[in-house]
């Protein structure tokens, strides 16, 4: 297959992404697939955000754990950040190399390491090992075209989890606006006594300890509700259980469960 086809497949994720995340995983499958080799996309601080391993083998202890978390060690991720352009082919000697294959650390083993930059910033990077033949000119283009469409993706994808983010904090600060005083002292009382971000409410007791009504209660939680801040459900005799839905609603109540 021509390199032109091989960029329009890549093309493809793309169009048929929209508004969606490209999936890693979907890159480095078509990566591994063309170019005969395990692909590895890996972030900023390690995490391997996308993987398609076409060789198969068995890790060593030392490295057994890498495909298990999902996550580079640190030492080794140190060392990626400081390629700063793409280097190709090496061997399985040099230190930019992973060496964790049982079968194949004494055969013949070409890794080819490109940066993924964007915004002028490092944001991961993308891995190539091939136990067949070294990387030629025209793999070398089809990998930095990649790592470029890999550095858009994930600089959408942290634009979206920013919008997010400023949604979820909107939402809760509409939601706490409706409050009473009242109603905003209670809050703070029944979302400091849960466990975590789920527990059981007895509003009756709530309302002995604060000194306000329970309508005040029932009043505060539906309004949270109506909002989608949170879900609550009756257990009857037993109270209500509540269930957090908006991550923001604790750290706006200034309320911390770690």
């Keep these: 297959m021509s390199l032109l086809n091989k960029t329009r497949k890549l093309n493809k994720i793309l169009q048929k992404s929209g508004t969606d995340p490209v999936v890693f995983d979907d890159i480095c499958h078509i990566l591994s697939e063309e170019l005969e080799s395990d692909v590895y996309v890996v972030s900023r601080r390690g995490k391997i955000l996308g993987l398609n391993l076409r060789n198969a083998f068995t890790t060593n202890d030392e490295f057994s754990y890498i495909l298990d978390e999902k996550r580079f060690s640190e030492s080794y991720n140190e060392t990626l950040l400081k390629v700063s352009e793409t280097l190709s082919n090496l061997e399985?000697?040099?230190?930019?190399?992973?060496?964790?294959?049982?079968?194949?650390?004494?055969?013949?083993?070409?890794?080819?390491i490109v940066p993924i930059n964007g915004n002028r910033e490092r944001l991961g990077t993308l891995i190539l090992v091939s136990i067949l033949a070294p990387f030629d000119d025209d793999d070398l283009v089809l990998a930095e075209y990649s790592a470029t469409i890999i550095g858009l993706e994930i600089l959408r994808s942290k634009q979206i989890e920013i919008e997010e983010d400023l949604r979820k904090t909107a939402v809760v600060e509409l939601a706490i606006d409706t409050l009473s005083y009242s109603e905003r002292e209670a809050v703070n009382h029944i979302f400091r006594e849960l466990d975590g971000n789920e527990g059981l409410l007895v509003a009756s007791r709530i309302a002995d300890k604060v000194g306000i009504t329970r309508s005040v209660i029932v009043n505060a939680l539906r309004k949270f509700e109506s909002a989608g801040v949170i879900k609550s459900r009756s257990l009857g005799m037993k109270g209500t259980r509540i269930t957090i839905l908006n991550d923001k609603l604790l750290d706006r109540l200034g309320i911390d469960k770690k």
């Design 92 to 112: 399985p000697g040099d230190r930019e190399v992973l060496n964790f294959e049982k079968e194949y650390d004494n055969q013949s083993k070409y890794t080819t």
